[in-house]
């Protein structure tokens, strides 16, 4: 069976989740919207799809799949809308910022029984699922202390910081999920953040933090430690370290080029990735393949929108911490 | 300008380009020939090409470029004909296991002003340009001593070897080309080759080595070793070291995946890649890009057809000198 | 001028500061005292010192400084014998597990003017004092968040842990005064701990943590995460990590062989040291240098008396912090 | 038992070897000799040893050992002597710079039954001494081709090199003993050699070389690449690297400050060990360590006079193969 998708946002993200539905023998991009009808017609003119409108999309006969790619306060009607379709539903992150929302939302999936799969990329880099592979194998023993240090190379554009819900909703939620994603559900317990503003005063004056810190507790004394900053001159720093009983496990960071020059001032490698399209670009595609592959075979989705909503329950914990002082208990 | 291709011969790595050309915005496969129908069919059908015979690609006033990827003993004549029908060239290395038969090949292409590139892929990889452009930037001085390593992570069929021409032909020439363009086109003075069957004993009967070392020494007492090995347990291991005067510059072995555990046995990361074709994606790509953009901008093609000849005549060296014990004086 | 020492504990840690006594051209080892004088006889003789008591020590004309290994419950007594009858001190921390005791004996200390070192090693680890200096250098920057991760390969004996003061006052204690030493003694504005009982429920039992995390806050919002476990079998991981606003420096891990074992399963390195001891025999051997060469030019002695006060202050309040679950505010 | 050793020659290694023989705790120096009385009379003083002549520790009663440290042309002269005196005997290398020299003095050991080791300190560094236990606990199966690269900061002085026997004899020597310990003493076949002088010309005046490449083939084809260069900018390269059948077993190189900087420019860390000796520090200790035990146990002392012999045949094969442009066959 081929799938046959339709694309809801022809912007940059939308570009590498068409190329990955392009590629994938198993699938077909059929349709593509976009308020802006010119860059549709560009992606469809590469795929060979239509420019269609979402009520088309919504209406289709031939259409199973929606990848929304919209701005983020469309994402939970379009979800609900394509849910009731009985379209499987793919949603880049956040399902949206408020948590009312979103839980609003994720129950009209379950009415629904739709299939929907959140945006979680990171939980497809191959170098991450290595490490959760070597959990799950044994490798490590029991999962005790989690280091996730996530580092921006710099802060993204003022506007989209002030429409972004903030570092934690925005930037530490993947993160969160990561979290939850190694240590295999297990519930958060409390959530204590610690946040500044060290990179740049107009992140602040825009009420947002740029330098944060976070520990999550679970239920059974395990401790997860996630290091944020808006800003790492060095590249893109993506690291994951699982400590277990038996030992540990850790996702090193990614450069473009590994190559060694060697001369009197030493050794030096060059800077790491400075983009997350080129860092998780393997991810990326791992993602679609999943979802495609659920589709198919009719498996449980993962992430799902549960996820997805767990994920901003625990960023709105860190900010409610930082604004308060104290650690926030969740269970 | 859109270049329009054909692809002659479409297997593995003929698959390799055509998806090459068909990612680039600045070409288009048009046709595709195979001595069968239904693999070109397969081509064709993906890329919206055509399935034409070699006679009708050499006549066709829609193609600009051939990439060959047949069988090595056509591709001399394949070379000839395409170069006097006008069409730029890209042909997989060899181009001939004859060093007089690739004479007479280069100097058809030389007579008809054709444009031919040979594939000599490794000049593509990332890492070994960064490199490359370490020792241009004057970063380690004066290029003195290189260091290069490749070793397959098994040997292949037999009836490979049989018609591959022998190790050094097939495996060493690669390294060849390297030093060739580390050393930017100094002259090779002598080479003195050591050879063995270590691996199995079969390569050995089928007339091959498995195990060969190479020095080359240039006109100016610069060294390279190149070490070749037809077997390494942990992936495909594939390694540069130049030292200069001022300093060293390295590529390191590349993995799928860059994790770490650690036990009390140690610290274990994973194997390196076990392909030359996933070792080297990016090289693969590069290298048609590379085409495409010289055949645009009518710049000079390189590695080219005399670089391909050159290559060969070290191995044609090397082996004289594992045969003859001696030392092989070239200039 | 030969700074002459005496030795207060043949114990241990004694032997390694008698052998940094002993080496160094401008000391030298005049008397040994201990408890059990066939201990002291032993260091005695091979350093061609003297067995005398602490009374003798304090009394005697031809003795300038004392270092204090003794057990932790006579530190602070000795420090304040021996600040009174002039010695230089160097005094194995802590100075006491009470925070009131070490007020009281510092305020000695201050009254008699006396010299007194702190044994906090680590200071003095080549690797850690090169993070450090590429801070003062400005490599890096400003420095916004410090990650230092501390554990060890196994826990100590039940007994040990009873006595020590808890996880906090004995092991945490050095990544306190390591924080304060990269932050160049910025205040702390407030403790954020947790802590769980991971890997010895008998560790529990003892009233005693195992695995803990701790968040500094600086009065300026920078961060610092100290993560501690008790066991690491892959040895003692002692990693300190700065970032800040042009860069980040780290401080890796120690192994005392450095082969790497490539085979069909990956690539495997020895584990890492598996015993302070050796991890920081350079410190050690650093730490007294310091202190000979600050009693002979009269610099300022670091870490001080102070410095060992402030790095309980900050162990209390994460125990107070765990206890209590709340950020406790120091400033 | 002690074992009390005679130093002979007070120079810079004098003082490395003292220093391991003052520590251990199973031998005792009871006696320097020096040219300059001066010197032997401040390691005397350093030790509590006394100044003797070369005739009165011959004569000695009271001495079981020497440590002969003077300048190569004395070497085998005094080797013979202390032979035939009975006393256990350290050399450094070489024994002598002509082969029929060394071989007399083998000889005289040969018949003495004395108990001779020759300063090959590399095959005690605890790096290379793991790679060999991994070649020997079969971790890489059977040996096939192994890197030696072996690099100084720097040349020696012009002076050195006029009396240093040239590069071969005095620099290429200890590989040649490291490719013979790590293939157990499987038989040499062949030497093919090739030299330049890249660094300093003046190196060539002097009528030495400089950078030097080596290929060593045993009588079973396995080959042995060695790459020295007097000038490595970024520290003291010294590296090691086995291929085997099963895997391959690496030994890196060693720096004394292991940070790493991150910036926008890359990653760095610092240079290597600028110097043999802070390089081989420990091997220097173990290698006298191994000698005071093998007397003290009796056991086969290695590396033997032999040893020494068989490395300065594989030295002498390489210069003339320089010379004569050819393959030196020996077996």
Redesign the interface.
């Known amino acids: 069976m081929t799938v046959n998708f339709a694309l809801l946002g022809a912007g940059r993200i939308g570009r590498v989740h068409a190329k990955a539905v392009g590629s994938n023998p198993d699938a077909k991009l059929v349709a593509v919207a976009d308020a802006f009808p010119a860059a549709a017609q560009s992606f469809a003119a590469q795929y060979g799809a239509e420019v269609r409108t979402i009520d088309e999309i919504e209406a289709a006969r031939d259409i199973h799949a929606v990848i929304i790619c919209t701005p983020t306060d469309t994402h939970a009607d379009l979800i609900e809308r394509f849910a009731r379709a009985g379209k499987a539903i793919f949603c880049e992150k956040p399902v949206d910022l408020d948590i009312a929302r979103v839980k609003a939302c994720i129950d009209v999936v379950k009415e629904t029984d739709a299939k929907l799969m959140v945006g979680f990329n990171r939980r497809f880099d ?2 991450f699922m ?2 959760k592979q ?1 959990i799950d194998d044994g ?2 023993g ?1 999962v ?2 989690i ?1 996730i ?1 996530s ?1 921006d190379p710099g802060p993204p554009p003022l506007d989209y910081i002030s429409r972004s819900g903030g570092i934690f909703r925005d930037m530490t939620i993947h993160d969160f999920d990561m979290a939850r994603f190694l240590l295999d559900g297990e519930a958060i317990a ?1 959530v ?1 953040a ?1 946040a ?4 740049d005063p107009a992140i602040g004056a825009a009420g947002d933090y740029d ?3 976070v ?1 999550l ?1 679970t239920v ?4 997860v ?1 996630i ?1 944020n ?1 808006r ?4 590249g893109y ?1 993506q690291r994951i370290e699982v ?1 277990g ?8 960071n ?1 450069r ?16 790491l990735h400075d983009f997350f399209m080129t860092r998780y670009i393997e991810a990326y595609a791992n993602e679609i393949a999943g979802f495609i592959a659920a589709i198919e075979s009719g498996a449980l989705i993962s992430p799902s929108g549960e996820d997805g909503m767990l994920a901003l329950q625990l960023a709105d914990a860190a900010l409610e911490s930082v604004r308060t ?3 926030i ?1 969740l269970a």
Chains 1, 2, 3, 4 share one sequence.
């Open positions: 191959p170098h290595a490490v070597a490798r490590i029991k005790e202390m280091t240090t580092r409390s204590s610690h500044a503003v060290l990179v330098s944060v810190t520990i507790e059974t004394g395990r401790q430690v290091s900053s800003r790492a001159t060095y720093d400590h009983s038996l030992g540990s496990a850790s996702a090193e990614q473009p080029i590994s190559i060694e020059v060697a001369t009197a001032e030493g050794y030096t490698r060059p800077p002082g104290r650690r208990i």
